[in-house]
């Protein structure tokens, strides 16, 4: 006995004797999981089933043919029965401990024919039991196969499709006699063992490794089932081709909202002439005469009565004892059909056929040539039973054709039925091929006959020929599916799902655990099918799964196998079975049934589980109580009385079989001791046998549970029928649209559609009741769906009642009603029965009170769950989930009751008040509440005859003049949307009246009630209605207290700027107010923010340009409902206008771009307008012409002072007057020519005036003629001599910058509008703290309206939020403090010092890029830099009052002790000189840098050419040869140099290697923008320079300037830098004036001396 046997039967004593490891037998029995099986065998009346007592409650059990298994909480496995793997039997009473399985937490266990299987809770699977057709697969202990493994073993389930092979996560097992199934997490079916029953693409078997099942893959496999040799899949439909794949809420539902019909018609076949056999596969002559041997008998002792395992309970020769086992043996000569004579596996007969479609065969010769070819084959004679065995079961061996690889005695009992097409008296050919040769004879000669003109099939039930005919196919295998995209839904976790014989329960799963299962399903059969049990209209095998047509619409949701019959359990709780009925297990008259048939079922019974055994099946229902009921139909033991002795039980399956008149269950009859039992939750069966779990109610928990998923699978019963018997007719039917008329055609096809949802969502939820009773491992009731999908509940049943409602209020009921007295016609008493209405007229059906009888369904929500909510402590989880749904639902009750009586009054208002007149008032949302006729209310001041009448509804107030409410008559009307309608009572008693006043977007008007209740009444309705439209309760508002500001939309009618619009946004107290969009019907748009009824804020503006056909768009600031402030204006033109405004005109500054639409060239005018109009000064670039213009402007003109360039180089300055030049005025042109003179028109001179030629001459006198055409010349040429007083004084004339515009008078409208920003008046006085405000008010607005800033743009946005301490002195301690502020303000375009600082870079690219670069603006180009940094300066000073002046002193904080600064910015004084420069130049000039150093580069260009001239031949000399060139003294050479941290001696060949540090700091330059940072460039290159020399010197060295000028003038050279002329003459422009004296400037000087040297050089 090996060590794995002796804990087993360790474990067996120590359960006999009632102890057990870590567990102890509880002495009461559990609660739950109470387990009873009996055998199905014996008179209903005297069965006895037996509880199975164990110390924890059972979760799940599964039975085989003569075993079973059990799982209890905890993840432990019991085994009882015959154990054959084993050699033990053990009783139910004392199961045996499954000890390997220990500490693996087992979450579901399966039991095939005489194997078994378990899955782990990390999805891993183990296998034990009988393993000769490798039903157990290749268990890795050892890793070699054996014909029985007795302890569970791990079987790896590994995807070898991806790479890397991954494990696959089991959820579930189905296990068969010779084959096993898995379900994956993925929803993929795997396979292992032999058959055609496993669905694979192979020829070989057994197959010993799980392999995956291709001919499902890509599709949702929500549930497995086996059979003895057939497997059955519950699979998810796949959605419409044509379905909306974006839309959720459709998708979830797209399989139940359809109306399937299942078209009965005969399709025509036509046999291909590839010899095809039934599986599909071609057929060769070259099959073998190999045989195949009886199943060798393993010597086990067998159940009762000794059968074997495979024959039949009524099969006399399938009787074996057990001595006639053990000496039967195989004949001599007789081989496996799969293993050759050494042993070795053979290739599978199948590799041999091959897919052939040329030809049909329609001739009987063709046909007859067929079986010839087959019959050439060495067959072996088998004896068949007697004529006598009408009932042998041929259910357990007719299939015995198909592959197996342990064929079994069974086979020398097999035998057709008698009505067998092809059977033969003395003899049945058996071969050893996997494909049924019987199969193939009927499957042909059905097809002759159809081909001959006969319409139905022997091999198919007569009864559903008709029916069969539709879903009757060829039997070839279907072609494979495509894979999908993705799984629709996934398993949970863990998820277990109780199996009975191998059947499943997989559709359990939900959709990834959150989701309602779907209801759209299909059935998939595949294996041996000669009983029928493939339900495909036949009898033939299926290597393949293939979907059984006549339940795709059935909305199945659970399958069971029996060993030779199929159940399927529907939504709607009806049952189908199809297979053998030899002992009525499919619960009709119809033997054998090859298509899914329905169960007879007793009235009011309602089918919620079903299990298949070997011939019977168990179902469980919903009966008159909330206790669940047992039915049962098939195999029954009757009583035989021997004449003096007791009474006693003979086995049926003792005797000869029955004939079909005796004693079984052909009904499903009702199991009486069911109601002992408690409350099922399960069913399982498995051979004879059966097994119920079930729960005892405890404090009503169980009972609640039961109640709910009993009441919701009746309701979904009964809205299937309603939808079934009158809603699809109605719906479909042509004539009802014209009949109920336009409004009511449309509601009532918004009705159909709302009532087929509510119905889906009833059968899904219904199922999934079912699947939460079913699992008994997680019924947690906080994962019940009418909590975790409250909210879907609550839409659909409010959706629902919305459309009930609706068609009342319309009167579409009257009509409906005739309409459904013609169109179901008969079936009107069958819907009379499902009405709820005790008003029913003559027998006809109320359909008013059928259609809100649903909405009743709440109320048991609430109850139901007020009952589970009574079973927690107030303190745990569960009683708060379940009271706050309690809550919900009752409060969804409620409200669903109130809208029903709402349309009912509504109903009968309309119905008392029906008329033309009346009729334009009512609409089907539309709700009365009440009305003056019976509550009286007039208008305030109304004439003593005039009658006005009031009518309150749920989304208007509407007010008829001329009415006379009695009549239904009125003269004129008007609707005040109660969106937009403001109540409020008149608080002022002097006048005596009761009244309310009623304000609208457009009027306001008093009414006056006629007694203070009336006044209340009204008030409180009045209230609560524009409560309950705004989205309120509708029930709390107090009179007065409706929301003054809120969000609707409305239509103006009146005279104004708004008329005809619409708006949708804020409003307060009637007016438009916070932010909306206004749209007038010619196409004006604005989008933006409202104050006071008019635009105000930010706003975005569109205004259609009728002529151009483009419109015009404005984006900025509004006031007052004018364009004001700083926007974006784009015309229809083209043109683009981004500046000012005031008052819907352009002022201030401003840029206005014209593009190719516009009238006149393109062209950018940058400056100052006013009044739409350009004045002041701006700059205009006519990109046409290639001329830039800056100077003043006046209405649109160019006049005064004003420079023009041109692309050509040609300067002017001068004065322009209407337009034009006129006046003095100087040109000078690109070669320095230069004319002062006086100008009459653009470039046209005419007067006296000087030439100056770039050689120095010049001409004197009077010119005339266009400066580009040619000048006529009177005057005197003079060539200078000497410098003479008048070169001076006509050198002073011809000076540039005499006539151009100021610099302090450019760009004044750009800081205008700064100071504007911050608050400031014209005169750019304001209060301080006024403008910090309004700083921060922008940049909050701006972080709150700009959804696309980055993570470092919102940081800086909220540092910037915070005012900073402006008030204080400013002293060396805080200073860097504003200047980091700076910082960050400059750098953010919202803060206005960040928008000043992009306007002026703006301005400045627009004047000196492109045209603009010219040399002699240089001067200007500075000094406007400069004007901007004094400007800038005083706006900084404003918000920071303690900052000096301009060149001020900044001091050490007092406090502190002084400390000196060594910095160029520090004085002696240990205090900070503070200049603008310092202050700004690095926020301003970094970006100005391009277009001002361009300007350097253009003045520098002549001089930079000589300067590198010289730079190029000097590199040319080696080191040694330069420094003595430039006369630097020996004692400074250097002697080493070091490359890549060695050292190498400098030769006089050497270049590039002395001072390399220096040299590349210096080159550094060039990186650089800021005046200072370039010094700190030059400071750092005479420290490297220094440091290299001191190791040459003594210590105490110190500079002069004979020693450092040639040195300094090597590292210049040696650093070739490129404009070093236009960085020298910038930094001397614009460096800080404090540090011109210093140090600093004294290494600039040096710096320069160096580059006139370098340009001053002698080229020879």
């Not at 009618?1053 to 010619?1082: L, N």
């Not at 060949?1549 to 590349?1560: I, M, P």
Request: proline share 5%; with cysteine.
């Amino acid at each position: 006995m090996t060590v794995a046997s002796a804990q087993i039967s360790a474990t067996f004593k120590r359960v006999q004797t009632g102890s057990c490891p870590k567990e102890k037998w509880a002495p009461t029995p559990p609660e739950r999981g109470l387990l009873h099986i009996w055998q199905c065998v014996g008179p209903t009346a005297q069965l006895h089933p037996e509880r199975v007592l164990l110390p924890r409650p059972v979760l799940q059990a599964a039975l085989g043919e003569h075993h079973g298994l059990l799982l209890t909480q905890g993840g432990i496995v019991y085994s009882f029965g015959e154990l054959f793997w084993r050699d033990q039997r053990v009783p139910l009473s004392a199961p045996v401990l499954e000890v390997n399985l220990l500490g693996k937490m087992v979450v579901s266990v399966a039991a095939g024919g005489f194997h078994c299987g378990a899955v782990t809770e990390q999805g891993a699977v183990y296998m034990w039991g009988e393993n000769t057709a490798g039903q157990c697969g290749l268990t890795e202990r050892g890793g070699t196969t054996s014909i029985a493994v007795s302890e569970p073993c791990l079987v790896s389930v590994v995807d070898n499709d991806v790479i890397p092979p991954a494990a696959v996560r089991v959820v579930d097992l189905a296990l068969g006699r010779e084959h096993s199934l898995a379900l994956s997490a993925q929803n993929e079916l795997w396979a292992w063992g032999s058959g055609c029953q496993l669905g694979l693409v192979t020829s070989t078997f057994p197959v010993w490794r799980p392999q995956k099942v291709e001919h499902l893959a890509g599709r949702h496999v929500m549930q497995v089932a086996c059979g003895a040799y057939h497997s059955l899949a519950l699979v998810l439909s796949l959605p419409p081709q044509n379905s909306n794949t974006h839309n959720s809420s459709e998708n979830m539902e797209w399989g139940q909202s359809l109306q399937y019909s299942v078209t009965e018609r005969e399709d025509s076949f036509t046999v291909d002439g590839g010899h095809y056999c039934p599986l599909g596969v071609e057929l060769t002559e070259d099959t073998t005469d190999e045989t195949s041997p009886r199943r060798r008998a393993l010597g086990w002792r067998l159940h009762s009565g000794g059968r074997s395992r495979g024959c039949s309970p009524g099969s006399a020769t399938g009787s074996l004892s057990e001595e006639n086992t053990k000496e039967k043996n195989v004949p001599v000569g007789h081989t496996d059909p799969l293993t050759q004579t050494d042993g070795s596996p053979r290739s599978h007969l199948l590799s041999g056929w091959r897919s052939n479609k040329k030809s049909a065969l329609i001739h009987e010769v063709e046909f007859q040539n067929l079986l010839q070819r087959l019959s050439n084959h060495s067959l072996e004679m088998q004896p068949t039973s007697g004529p006598g065995d009408t009932d042998s079961l041929s259910s357990y061996t007719s299939d015995e054709s198909c592959v197996s690889s342990t064929p079994s005695t069974d086979l020398l009992s097999s035998s057709y039925k008698e009505d067998s097409p092809i059977k033969s008296q003395t003899s049945r050919p058996y071969s050893s091929s996997p494909v049924c040769l019987e199969d193939i004879g009927l499957y042909l000669e059905t097809q002759i006959h159809t081909l001959q003109g006969k319409k139905s099939s022997s091999l198919s039930n007569i009864r559903q020929k008709g029916k069969a005919a539709g879903s009757r196919r060829c039997s070839l295998p279907g072609t494979p599916t495509g894979r999908m995209s993705g799984s629709p839904w996934r398993q949970r976790s863990g998820a277990r799902r109780l199996s009975s014989g191998g059947q499943s329960q997989a559709a359990a799963a939900e959709e990834d655990g959150h989701r309602l299962p779907f209801l759209n399903t299909e059935v998939w059969s595949w294996g041996r099918g000669s009983e029928g049990q493939l339900g495909h209209g036949d009898q033939l095998a299926r290597l393949q799964p293939l979907c059984i047509k006549t339940l795709t619409a059935e909305e199945v949701i659970q399958v069971a196998a029996g060993s030779h019959h199929s159940l399927a359990l529907t939504a709607h709780c009806q049952v189908y079975s199809w297979g053998s009925n030899m002992c009525g297990q499919l619960g009709h008259v119809n033997s054998p049934a090859t298509v899914p048939q329905q169960a007879k079922l007793s009235e009011g019974l309602r089918v919620w589980g079903v299990s298949a055994g070997q011939s019977h099946s168990v179902l469980v229902a919903d009966g008159d109580c909330v206790q669940p009921v047992l039915l049962y139909c098939g195999q029954q033991q009757e009583f035989v009385s021997v004449p003096g002795e007791k009474s006693t039980q003979i086995p049926r399956s003792s005797q000869r079989s029955p004939s079909r008149a005796e004693s079984y269950a052909v009904r499903p009859t009702l199991l009486p001791f069911c109601m002992e039992m408690g409350y099922i939750s399960s069913v399982c069966s498995g051979g004879q046998t059966c097994g119920v779990l079930a729960d005892q109610n405890v404090m009503g928990f169980i009972s609640a549970l039961h109640e709910l998923a009993s009441r919701e699978r009746q309701f979904y019963c009964w809205t299937n029928s309603v939808r079934r018997l009158l809603v699809s007719p109605l719906r479909n039917r042509e004539k009802v649209c014209p009949s109920l008329g336009e409004p009511c055609s449309h509601l009532f096809l918004t009705l159909c559609e709302s009532f087929v949802r509510l119905s889906t969502l009833i059968g899904r939820h219904s199922t999934s009741l079912t699947y939460f009773l079913q699992n008994a491992q997680g019924r947690d009731v906080t994962s019940l769906p009418l909590l975790t999908h409250i909210v879907h509940f609550m839409d659909i049943y409010k959706d629902y009642c919305s459309s009930v409602s609706d068609f009342q209020v319309m009167n579409g009921f009257h009509s409906l009603q005739k309409l459904s007295l013609e169109c179901l016609g008969s079936q009107q008493t069958i819907l009379s029965q499902l009405s709820v209405s005790d008003q029913s007229v003559n027998g006809d059906v109320d359909l008013v009170s059928l259609f809100y009888w649903p909405l009743q369904q709440l109320h048991h929500y609430n109850r139901v769950l007020l009952k589970l909510e009574t079973c927690f402590d107030v303190l745990t989880t569960e009683y708060q989930s379940l009271h706050q749904g309690c809550t919900q639902y009752e409060s969804l009750s409620l409200s669903m009751l109130r809208k029903k009586k709402e349309a009912e009054a509504t109903f009968f208002f309309w119905k008392t008040h029906s008329g033309k007149i009346t009729e334009v008032l009512r609409l089907p949302q539309r709700r009365v509440i009440c009305e003056s006729s019976s509550r009286s209310l007039t208008l305030q001041n109304a004439g003593r005859f005039s009658n006005h009448w009031f009518i309150l509804f749920n989304d208007a107030l509407v007010h008829t003049q001329g009415a006379i409410p009695s009549q239904n008559f009125f003269s004129t009307h008007h609707v005040y949307p109660l969106t937009c309608l403001w109540v409020k009572p008149v608080t002022d008693d002097s006048s005596g009246l009761y009244a309310i006043r009623v304000t609208c977007p457009e009027e306001s008007f008093t009414v006056v009630a006629s007694t203070p209740q009336e006044k209340n009444k009204w008030l409180r309705f009045l209230n609560q209605a524009v409560d309950q439209e705004l989205g309120g309760g509708g029930q709390r508002s107090s009179p007065g207290l409706t929301a003054v500001s809120r969000t609707a939309s409305y239509v103006f009618t009146a005279e104004g700027r708004f008329k005809d619009a619409q708006y949708t946004g804020g409003w307060f107290a009637g007016r438009v107010h916070g932010r909306g969009t206004m749209k007038w019907p010619d196409g004006r748009t604005y989008r933006g923010n409202f104050k006071n009824g008019l635009e105000e804020g930010y706003g975005e503006c569109i205004i259609p340009n009728k002529v151009l056909n483009r419109p015009d768009s404005y984006q900025g600031h509004w006031r007052d409902g004018k364009i004001q402030g700083f926007g974006k204006y784009k015309y229809a033109s083209g043109e683009v206008y981004e500046g000012c405004f005031a008052d819907g005109l352009r002022h201030g500054y401003g840029m206005l771009s014209s593009g190719k639409l516009a009238k006149n060239s393109p062209s950018v005018f940058v400056g100052h307008w006013v009044h739409d109009k350009k004045t002041g000064y701006g700059v205009y670039d006519d990109i046409s012409r290639g001329e830039k213009y800056m100077g003043q402007w006046l209405d649109e003109q160019r006049h005064g002072n004003a420079v023009v360039v041109t692309q050509y180089g040609v300067y002017y300055e001068g004065t322009f007057r209407d337009n034009k030049m006129s006046g003095p005025g100087l040109v000078v042109s690109d070669d320095d020519t230069a004319l002062h003179g006086e100008f009459s028109d653009d470039w046209i001179i005419n007067g006296k005036g000087v030439l100056a030629l770039s050689n120095g001459d010049y001409l004197e006198g009077l010119f005339s003629g266009e400066w580009t055409t040619g000048l006529k010349v009177v005057g005197t040429y003079t060539k200078p001599v000497g410098d003479e007083p008048e070169i001076r004084d006509r050198n002073i004339l011809l000076r540039l910058g005499q006539y151009r515009v100021p610099t302090d008078q450019k760009w004044v409208c750009v800081f205008d509008e700064c100071w504007t920003r911050l608050g400031c008046d014209a005169t750019r006085i304001g209060d301080r703290s006024t403008a910090w405000e309004n700083i921060a008010v922008t940049i909050s607005t701006a972080r709150q309206h700009s959804s696309d800033l980055s993570r470092s743009q919102i940081k800086v946005l909220e540092c910037l939020e915070f005012i900073p301490q402006h008030a204080n002195p400013v002293t060396t301690a805080n200073y860097d403090n504003i200047r980091r502020y700076l910082t960050k303000a400059c750098e953010t375009p919202v803060h206005p010092l960040g928008w000043l600082v992009e306007t002026l870079v703006t301005v400045y690219r627009m004047t000196y890029v492109g045209v603009g670069s010219n040399r002699r603006l240089l001067r200007q180009a500075v000094q406007e830099v400069q004007a901007y940094l004094t400007q800038f300066y005083s706006i900084i000073r404003f918000l920071f009052p303690g900052l000096p002046e301009d060149g001020g002193m900044i001091p050490d904080p007092p406090s502190s002790p002084s400390k000196c600064r060594h910095d160029s910015n520090t004085s002696e004084q240990s205090v900070m000189v503070l200049s603008c420069s310092s202050l700004l130049l690095p926020l301003v000039l970094p970006r100005l840098y391009p277009p001002l150093f361009t300007l350097y580069c253009l003045q520098e260009e002549q001089l930079e050419a000589q300067y590198w001239d010289r730079i190029i031949r000097l590199n040319k000399q080696p080191d040694q040869s330069l420094l003595h060139f430039l006369g630097v003294q020996e004692k400074f050479w250097p002697v080493w140099m070091s490359i890549l941290g060695e050292k190498k001696q400098i030769v006089s060949s050497s270049k590039d290697a002395c001072f390399v540090s220096a040299v590349e700091t210096l080159q550094q330059i060039s990186t650089t923008f800021t005046p200072s940072d370039k010094l700190i460039v030059i400071q750092k290159t005479f420290e490297e320079l220094t440091q290299e020399v001191k190791p040459m010197l003594d210590g105490n060295f110190l500079w002069c300037m004979d020693d450092l000028l040639p040195l300094f003038l090597y590292v210049v050279i040696r650093a070739r830098i490129r404009n070093l002329g236009a960085e020298v003459s910038m930094i001397e422009d614009l460096m800080d004036p404090n540090v011109q004296h210093g140090e600093l400037g004294l290494m600039f000087t040096t710096l320069k001396a160096s580059y006139i040297h370098i340009q001053q050089e002698s080229t020879t």
